[in-house]
Each structure stands twice: as structure tokens, then as C-alpha cells.
């Protein structure tokens, strides 16, 4: 597993329940190490002892926590870049959900090797979308799942989602229901962050 996503993992763990709760996992997890590299690549099962050591520790189901992993990365403060290149996809959320279809390539032009599932986004009929993430991890539709929430409120769309389950093809399936595109007013978004504007 690229170290970006258990970077990710560690960062939402640190950012959300703090640095303790995180060592705790970490230890029970038998790392060996405090910190993810994020550019080095660790073998699945690290990210899945992470896992197992994190649903323990909360007593929650691991499709819940990587839901909550998928929110932390669009609306913590922490990771505003990955919120900035989501929001880059569209002018409103439908926009935004076709944008996923071409995601795993723009990451792949940023890091050539790491792991981002493949998305692919179909209209199921008026207002209903299928987001199809295949990979050979299960578990990256409960993070799409999360980002989906969260980029909705983020746009003032009020959506119905729903994870319909891994498939023996690899993949996940989530069915979107977009109810209204303008349902409350979405958090602001410019084109430059104000720390790179031009004075």
C-alpha cells in the first residue's frame, strides 16, 4: 500500500483523537515505528493491522472508520489541498461527481505509483448516479463513501448514498440519490487559496 494512504490514515487518527491515541494504535498494531513514510510503499497487511488495531481501540465496525477517513480528508482544516483538488472538478456537485472518472489519472500524473482505485461515474436515471471504485483492496468505497458525504455539504447538495457491497469482480458499488443540487449554502471556494494570492 503506498505510504500516502496510511499517511492519510495516521494523519486522521493524529488530527482527530490525538497524538496518544494514535501512538496506542500504533503500538497495538505492533508497527514497530510512529510514523508513516509517504512516499515509501508498505505491504497490505501494515495497513490492514492498522486498521484491525483502530476498530478495536474504538470498538466500531472498519467500514465506519474508513467512512470517517473519507470526511476527515475533505473537511479537516489539516488536508485543505486534497479538498482544493476535489472542488477544482466542478462548479456544482454533479460536475464534481464526473470529475471522478478522470481522478486516478490526475494523481497518477502527481505520483506515478501510487494506489488510487479506478472510479468510474454513470447517470442511473434522473438524479441517480452509480460510482463504481474497483480495486484489489476492499474497502476504498466506504472512503469514497465518506468524501461523497462531505463534498455535498461542501457544495449545499443534499444527497441519498448508498454502499451497495463489494463485488467478486473487485469492486464497490455506491448509488447516489442527488436530491437537490441547492439545498443549503456550500462552504466558500476560490480558485487561489489566499495564502497564494498576488498581492
Not at 486534497?82 to 461527481?97: H, N, W
Not at 442527488?178 to 456550500?186: N, P
Request: charged share 25%; hydrophobic share 45%; net charge negative.
Amino acid at each position: 500500500m503506498h505510504g500516502m494512504i496510511n499517511r492519510a490514515l495516521q494523519c486522521f487518527l493524529r488530527d482527530t483523537y490525538g497524538a496518544q491515541t494514535w501512538a496506542e494504535i500504533a503500538e497495538a498494531a505492533e508497527l514497530g515505528f510512529d510514523n508513516f513514510e509517504a512516499m515509501l510503499a508498505y505491504p497490505d497487511s501494515v495497513t490492514i493491522d492498522v486498521m484491525s488495531a483502530t476498530a478495536r481501540h474504538f470498538k466500531k465496525p472498519v467500514e465506519s472508520i474508513l467512512e470517517d477517513v473519507g470526511t476527515y480528508m475533505v473537511s479537516h482544516p489539516n488536508v485543505e489541498p486534497i479538498r482544493r483538488l476535489l472542488r477544482f472538478g466542478g462548479g456544482d456537485f454533479t460536475e464534481f461527481l464526473f470529475s471522478l472518472n478522470e481522478l486516478q489519472g490526475r494523481a497518477r500524473m502527481a505520483l506515478p505509483d501510487i494506489e488510487v482505485p479506478k472510479l468510474t461515474v454513470e447517470p442511473d436515471g434522473e438524479g441517480q448516479y452509480l460510482l463504481v471504485c474497483s480495486h484489489d483492496v476492499p474497502g476504498f468505497g466506504y472512503v469514497m463513501l465518506g468524501v461523497l458525504r462531505a463534498m455535498a455539504d461542501d457544495y449545499g447538495a443534499l444527497v441519498f448514498l448508498e454502499h451497495q457491497g463489494w463485488k467478486d469482480t473487485a469492486e464497490e458499488v455506491i448509488h447516489v440519490y442527488l436530491l437537490e443540487t441547492a439545498f443549503a449554502q456550500g462552504r466558500s471556494f476560490e480558485l487561489v487559496a489566499a495564502d497564494e494570492a498576488v498581492e
